[in-house]
């Protein structure tokens, strides 16, 4: 029952000095070998005259695994949070303040994680027509998610950014949050741009010229 005697002896010296041992955790072993988390109560007590000891144990083996699995799931979404390339932010639902934000949204908007950080988009100056964010906003509310939507917004520069965003609702301690990733597209939008520019351009051009030109 007891993996390991000295804890037993631990818990019988508690008892002696206390009278009674609360919410004590302590692995114990099984008759199959397994080895389950509990939770220890236990008092000192007289039966018809003799010292024993009232105990009460909880099976908390699927809390703790449901918590070591959390965490893990935690550690390794905050791995690749950090590392991602690709910018991203978890803003708290209610006030908007920014919650946390990755190395990549630094590089990308110009803002330090220390200076995003309790401040909102909207008192950062990011969206280039706050109407815009009240429309991402009533967006995500009615469908829960807002997937590969074209936005604009500035950096600390005032420089234009033309960002794919995608965003959910999510929670984080208790707390709606929007978790939002924006891959920068800036340099795209600007290639197309110039590529549309210099198609109607050479329309223009084309259409006006005096000199008969055929394409074949």
Known sequence: LWPSPASRERILDALQREGRLLDHELEI?????????????????????????????????????????????QARFATAFQSSPVAMVITRRADGRFVEVNPSASRLFGW????????TSLELGIWSLPAARDRFIAQLDAAG???DQEMEFLGKDRQLRHCRVSASLVDVDGAE?????ALDITDQYMAQANLREL????TTAFQASPVA???S
Do not use: Y
Request: one cysteine or more; glycine letters at 4%; hydrophobic letters at 35%.
């Open 199 to 202: 198609q109607e351009r050479f």
């Open 29 to 73: 072993r099984c008759k199959d070998g397994r080895r389950r988390q509990c939770r220890l109560s236990a008092t000192l007590i007289e039966v018809n005259g003799e010292s024993c000891i009232l105990t009460n144990l909880d099976d908390i083996t699927a809390q703790r695994e449901a918590e070591a699995a959390r965490s893990e799931s």
């Open 213 to 215: 030109i055929s394409i």
């Open 145 to 147: 998610t807002v997937m």
């Open 112 to 119: 330090s994680a220390a200076e995003f950080v309790g401040h």
């Open 177 to 181: 949050c929007i978790f939002i990733n």
